[in-house]
């Protein structure tokens, strides 16, 4: 049987690999598209940069909220890190070192980035978390192992997300910072579910620090 994701198609922009000097994946949230997140290529616009952008089977990257037990988010969560594993593997055999390799998304997108850095920590150029937060039970105490030896993230999200309780983007934080990461939080009081142009500037001032 086919894996979940395993056949759906990866978007590109910017930069041709073979001539870019670093890449972002970026992923995209519940119900929406590679197109859409990958329309943030225009706003977080580097020279020499390759953008990719990877659709989840049915636009749902996993069914159930980021707070759920894990296992009811199987077999599509592993299947989706396993995805966003595959893009990694295959930007890095193009000849882009991991530090010069971006992850980030929207919502579920942002959350699916954070859970795949915390499950496989490397020096990474950097971590885009907007609205998003680890994906794991709520209530249930969790340890992570591994260093991000100093990698720069932004974590963003609003103080009443109908989507990412508080309690969970703090945690991530939390999380992050304890396997060494530099993270930037911001909380924005009454946001909407959605990126605002002051997420987006810090964003590009975290990729223009890194290149």
């Not at 870019?20 to 940069?49: C, E, T, W, Y």
């Not at 390759?50 to 894990?70: D, H, K, M, T």
């Not at 680890?134 to 103080?159: D, H």
Request: hydrophobic share 40%.
């Amino acid at each position: 049987m086919t894996m979940p994701h395993a056949t759906s198609p990866v978007y590109t922009a910017g930069a041709k690999l073979e001539d870019a000097k670093a890449a972002m994946i970026l992923v995209h949230g519940r119900g929406a598209s590679a197109q859409d997140i990958l329309s943030l290529s225009s706003s977080l616009n580097f020279p020499g940069v390759a953008y990719f952008a990877p659709q989840a089977e049915g636009s749902i990257w996993y069914p159930n909220r980021l707070i759920a037990p894990v296992e009811s988010n199987e077999p599509y969560l592993s299947a989706a890190i396993a995805k966003i594993d595959g893009l990694v593997k295959h930007i890095e055999a193009s000849g882009i070192p991991v530090e010069k390799i971006f992850i980030g998304g929207f919502s579920q997108g942002a959350s699916l980035a954070s859970e795949y850095v915390i499950r496989n920590p490397r020096l990474y150029g950097g971590l885009l978390i907007f609205s998003g937060g680890y994906i794991w039970q709520s209530g249930k105490p969790r340890e992570a192992t591994g260093n991000l030896n100093g990698m720069p993230v932004f974590n963003g999200c609003s103080n009443v997300d109908p989507f990412i309780p508080l309690e969970r983007m703090k945690e991530t934080t939390a999380l992050l910072t304890s396997l060494g990461a530099e993270v930037t939080e911001r909380v924005y009081p009454n946001m909407d579910h959605t990126i605002i142009d002051e997420e987006l500037e810090l964003a590009r001032e975290l990729i223009e620090k890194r290149l």
